[in-house]
């Protein structure tokens, strides 16, 4: 761990730097209204939009966003439904090839404007929120085994005697935010049945969520058959969306995540739930931040000078870090 201490800055006023930051952020990895995924041929996802979308708003930015709003409709807003298509890839002909939606990114979207409707008073995204909610409500929300749970897409996801799910796609500030709108809609329960689901999909030694979730009929719970049983590059977005919704440092849902990535000189980028092996490669920057947002300490990693050596993924987790330590401090 004291490698990453290594790396914080002590004592850097955080909305300073989330703008500054921020400039810096839409420089590298915004272009026209898309976000670009620099790890991965910078390809577009609908959850790039919902966090580029995010952080536009969160920086008082409307012009970028708007900028990303009109291109995330324009290209990946599906047209029988309020969702959106999770991947556009510009090499590709037509650039949209799998129209299935990911959840987490519309839920992004959502929150976002919802955010953007309060910040300037706009009933236009007040109105694509409440479009986007409802889309997501009726058509992925499932009770299931007792519990309300959200679908990761539309397809591919429901078993004969199980469900598949992202613990990661559980983005609490976003649903605990569109419960305070809509309290009479479902979003309370999938709120408390979110928490619930989250307490018992636990495993390995550090007792941790793993990427991919199996559902069954009876209620119990596994690491997903078709995917490695990593903690890993989804569920470390899990203590993210924990802390920002208010789960302070210290307690027992983020304690496990604290404890696994202090395990080690450096923190590492996954740990295999079974086997116990861990990453040979020490986590991204982006991963780091949120290490140190559950942490007991109040500072953070710096954006890294040489930003072009970081990917977009590990870029927006740090920001996102940042403003979910800026939100939860009273």
């Known amino acids: 761990m004291a490698a990453l201490i290594a790396l914080l800055l002590l004592g850097l006023p955080a909305c300073a730097a989330q ?15 898309r976000v670009l995924d620099t790890g991965n041929r910078d390809v577009s996802h609908s959850e790039g939009q919902g966090w580029g979308m995010l952080l536009a708003e969160a920086n008082g930015d409307r012009q970028t966003f708007d900028r990303l709003w009109n291109w995330t409709r324009q290209h990946l807003l599906r047209p029988d439904i309020a969702l959106f298509s999770w991947r556009y890839d510009p090499s590709s002909s037509p650039p949209v090839q799998d129209t299935n939606n ?9 929150w976002a404007l919802l955010r953007a409707a309060q910040r300037w008073d706009s009933d236009d995204y007040r109105a694509a929120s409440a479009k986007i909610r409802q889309a997501i409500a009726a058509r992925l929300v499932r009770e299931y085994a007792g519990l309300a749970v959200l679908l990761p897409g539309l397809d591919g996801f429901e078993q004969n005697d199980q469900l598949i799910l992202n613990p990661s796609y559980l983005v609490m500030p976003a649903i605990r935010a569109f419960a305070e709108v809509e309290p009479q809609a479902a979003w309370r329960r999938l709120l408390d049945d979110g928490q619930t689901l989250l307490e018992r999909a636990r495993f390995g030694h550090y007792r941790l969520p793993p990427d991919w979730l199996a559902l069954r009929a009876d209620g119990t719970l596994q690491p997903a058959a078709a995917w490695p049983a ?64 559950i942490g007991e300490g109040s500072a953070l990693i710096a954006f890294p000078e040489k930003a072009e050596n970081e990917d977009y993924y590990s870029m927006s987790l740090l920001l996102l870090a940042r403003l979910a330590q800026r939100e939860r401090t009273p």
């Open 102 to 110: 990911a959840t987490d990114g519309d839920l992004l979207i959502a």
């Open 230 to 293: 990593r903690f890993g590059f989804d569920a470390v977005r899990v203590p993210l969306y924990l802390a920002w919704d208010g789960s302070p440092p210290g307690s027992a849902s983020l304690r496990p995540f604290a404890d696994f990535w202090a395990c080690c000189e450096q923190p590492h980028a996954w740990v295999d739930l079974r086997s116990g092996e861990l990453s040979p490669y020490p986590a991204s920057t982006g991963v780091r931040a949120i290490a140190v947002l």
């Open 19 to 33: 703008d500054d930051d921020w400039s810096r952020y839409r420089t590298r990895y915004i272009d026209g209204g």
